[in-house]
Nanobody
């Protein structure tokens, strides 16, 4: 079982940046594909980005392409989401999730039902 704890959320103005962290414990993150999801009040949960167990494959949801970057530090057992040029629509609770352990090291998914481990989430507020 992988335990995930998110941090790094906060309040920023439009155009600002935040870096979210997803720290893993009880297993090593390189055995899992990891993804970030977000949900805002009144909106459906949305896949933001994913990173394969190998770290070599990434995917991004259309609304965040070119602005967000997912990465992982295996030594720190942590996955990051760098969010730049934040918009009002980026606000919400960001949740880290993982699928695995897996031997398919170059696959990742933005489908929430592909995940079997979830963090509690961190709030991102974007307001002027």
């Amino acid at each position: 079982q992988l335990q995930l704890v998110e941090s790094g959320g906060g309040s920023v103005q439009p155009g600002g940046s935040l870096r979210l962290s997803c720290a893993a414990s009880k297993d090593t993150v390189d055995r899992f594909a990891v993804a970030w999801f977000r949900q805002a009040p009144g909106k459906e949960r949305e896949g933001v980005s994913c990173n394969s167990a190998s770290g070599d494959v990434t995917m991004y949801g259309d609304p965040v392409k070119g602005r967000f970057t997912i990465s992982r530090d295996v030594a720190k057992n942590t996955v990051y989401l760098q969010m730049n040029m934040l918009k009002l629509d980026d606000a919400g609770v960001y949740v880290c999730a993982a699928a695995g352990p897996t031997t398919v090291r170059d696959m990742c998914s933005l489908r929430y039902n592909a995940m079997n481990e979830w963090g509690a989430g961190t709030q991102v507020t974007v307001s002027s």
